[in-house]
């Protein structure tokens, strides 16, 4: 392990539930080798890579409820539709030419899920990057990762605010995201709609139902529940900012 790197982790061992860490001119081989050691150390840490700046977030614990929460309905959705998804959770997504890197709280293949079902090694330099990330902010701003991952070609983004307690959804065009009334993978998901998964519902998510149904809401069609089962499914090292 390099000097630079052990200072970086170092940094990152005091980083508190919540917050997030900034380090400014980073080569790419010392983004690469932190991401290497994190992998073992401290998994759940969400790393972003833009031109040289370096951001580690460590996710608060009811993050990653409302990630699985989101998970869980995109299967559903997914299942009823009989749309083939391959969920990628919170993957690492990088391309050494664009010097751009991202993990988001969440990703799907839907559109393209044909192409990367079944394959280990996903490569964005080969393959389509995901059709869908999730980015959730309860205590950080995630707008800002917005232009990695449109270098990246990421078609939409969904965004959670926990403080409108309310999910957007935001679709690349000509290289910038707009946001949209609804998403273009499934249709009658939009901001606005009463929710689905709620604890009078018919279908339940697991523990989820702890959670705000505002998540994620759908306007569902008419005939949506006919027939369907019930079913279980500042540092020395760089900025600080809490």
Same mark, same amino acid.
């Given at each position: $392990?390099g000097v *630079?790197?052990?200072?970086?982790?170092d940094?990152?061992?005091? #980083?508190p539930?919540?917050?997030?860490?900034?380090?400014?001119q980073?080569?790419?081989?010392e983004?690469?080798?932190?991401?290497e050691?994190?992998?073992?150390e401290r998994?759940h840490?969400? @790393?972003?890579y833009?031109?040289g700046t370096?951001?580690? $977030?460590?996710? =608060?614990?009811e993050?990653?409820k409302?990630a699985?929460?989101?998970d869980?309905?995109?299967?559903?959705l +997914?299942?009823?539709?009989?749309?083939p998804?391959?969920?990628v959770?919170?993957?690492?997504w990088?391309?050494r =030419?664009?010097?751009?890197? @991202?993990?988001?709280?969440?990703?799907?293949?839907l /559109?393209?899920a044909?192409?990367?079902?079944?394959?280990r090694?996903i490569? #964005?330099?080969?393959?389509p990057?995901?059709?869908?990330?999730?980015e959730?902010d309860?205590t950080?701003? %995630?707008s =800002?990762k917005?232009?990695?991952d449109a /270098?990246l070609?990421?078609p939409e983004?969904?965004?959670?605010?926990d403080e409108q307690?309310q999910?957007?959804?935001?679709?690349?065009v000509?290289?910038?995201?707009v946001e949209i009334?609804?998403?273009?993978?499934?249709?009658d998901?939009?901001p606005? +709609?009463?929710?689905?998964?709620s604890? *009078?519902d018919?279908i339940? #998510?697991?523990d989820?139902?702890e959670?705000y149904p505002?998540v994620?809401?759908l306007?569902?069609?008419?005939?949506?529940?006919v027939?369907r089962p019930r =079913?279980q499914v500042d540092?020395? *090292?760089g900025d600080f900012? %809490?």
């Amino acid at each position: $392990m390099g000097v *630079q790197t052990a200072s970086y982790l170092d940094a990152i061992e005091h #980083l508190p539930d919540g917050a997030r860490l900034v380090f400014h001119q980073v080569p790419w081989e010392e983004y690469e080798k932190l991401l290497e050691d994190l992998e073992d150390e401290r998994p759940h840490l969400r @790393v972003s890579y833009d031109g040289g700046t370096l951001e580690v $977030m460590s996710p =608060r614990p009811e993050h990653e409820k409302y990630a699985r929460f989101i998970d869980g309905l995109v299967r559903i959705l +997914a299942e009823i539709r009989d749309i083939p998804v391959e969920c990628v959770g919170s993957a690492t997504w990088k391309r050494r =030419r664009l010097a751009k890197g @991202v993990e988001p709280d969440a990703c799907y293949y839907l /559109a393209s899920a044909g192409r990367v079902i079944g394959k280990r090694g996903i490569d #964005l330099e080969v393959d389509p990057p995901p059709d869908v990330v999730v980015e959730i902010d309860l205590t950080t701003e %995630s707008s =800002r990762k917005f232009r990695i991952d449109a /270098a990246l070609g990421v078609p939409e983004i969904w965004w959670y605010d926990d403080e409108q307690r309310q999910m957007s959804f935001h679709e690349l065009v000509s290289g910038s995201y707009v946001e949209i009334r609804e998403s273009r993978f499934f249709t009658d998901l939009t901001p606005g +709609a009463s929710a689905i998964v709620s604890i *009078q519902d018919p279908i339940v #998510l697991g523990d989820t139902t702890e959670l705000y149904p505002d998540v994620a809401v759908l306007a569902p069609r008419p005939d949506f529940y006919v027939d369907r089962p019930r =079913r279980q499914v500042d540092h020395p *090292q760089g900025d600080f900012f %809490s």
